[in-house]
């Protein structure tokens, strides 16, 4: 199966959750975390499948995302913006647990530890990779 048709199905599958909602009697937590998750496949599939195509047919496009100035400069935003969302979710647990939101403020807490391990798994993958 290509990607093609995988981002093909992410937009059905997105479509076909926020219909399903409409006709559904579900809790409002529940259909909101379906909502939202619906939304999310239907965003990225829908811009993963743009992106592909644009990537076939705009060479100015393909030669401008592969560029090695350009990735460069995404790889020095990547690093600047990683430890500033550090912070951000770190103040979020902290007003998390400050005003009893413990859900919240345990799933940031998670994010903030995980965060530098993926960090450092993912640089060694891409180490060996390149």
């Not at 995988?6 to 059905?12: A, D, E, K, V």
């Not at 401008?64 to 103040?91: H, Q």
Request: hydrophobic residues 50%; glycine residues 4%.
């Amino acid at each position: 199966m290509s990607k093609k048709y995988i981002w093909i199905l992410g937009i059905i599958i997105g479509l076909g959750s926020m219909i399903s909602l409409e006709f559904l009697s579900l809790d409002k937590p529940i259909s909101i975390i379906i909502r939202i998750s619906a939304i999310a496949v239907f965003s990225i599939s829908f811009v993963m499948l743009n992106f592909n195509r644009q990537m076939k047919i705009n060479k100015e496009y393909r030669i401008s995302v592969t560029d090695e100035r350009n990735i460069r400069i995404r790889e020095k935003t990547s690093d600047t913006i990683a430890p500033i969302f550090m912070l951000l979710f770190g103040v979020q647990a902290i007003y998390g647990i400050a005003y009893e939101f413990y859900v919240i403020a345990i799933f940031n807490s998670i994010v903030v530890i995980l965060s530098p391990i993926v960090m450092i798994l993912i640089s060694k993958y891409y180490e060996k990779k390149l």
